[in-house]
């Protein structure tokens, strides 16, 4: 099994910027697809973007895309999410899961408690 700990979130002002990290606890880190998932109040959990196993294929959001870089470090056991251009609707909070490459809540087993990302106008 994988366990998921995210950080990075807090405050930032509309163009900013923040970085979020996932580190990942487990011997199997590797064979996992990673993904970010987020979720506002009242809304359901969104996809975010994704990374293969090997970090060589990723996949974004339309809303996020050209803003937003995933990345993963399979030696550290980390998933990052690198969030530029922030908008205040990108308040939310956000999540990091592993599981199967895809783009929906279904393809991914492990889950982190999530960190909130809080943009202001």
């Known amino acids: 099994q994988v366990q998921l700990v995210e950080s990075g979130g807090g405050l930032a002002q509309a163009g900013g910027s923040l970085r979020l990290s996932c580190a990942a606890s487990g011997r199997s880190f590797n064979i996992y697809a990673m993904g970010w998932f987020r979720q506002a109040p009242g809304k359901e959990r969104e996809f975010v973007a994704a990374?293969?196993?090997?970090?060589?294929?990723?996949t974004y959001a339309a809303s996020v895309k050209g803003r937003f870089t995933i990345s993963r470090d399979n030696a550290k056991n980390t998933v990052d999410l690198q969030m530029n251009s922030l908008k205040p609707e990108d308040t939310a909070v956000y999540y990091c899961a592993a599981g199967n490459w895809g783009r929906t809540t279904s393809s991914y087993a492990y889950w982190g408690q999530g960190t909130q990302v809080t943009v202001s106008s």
């Open positions: 990374i293969n196993s090997d970090g060589r294929g990723t």
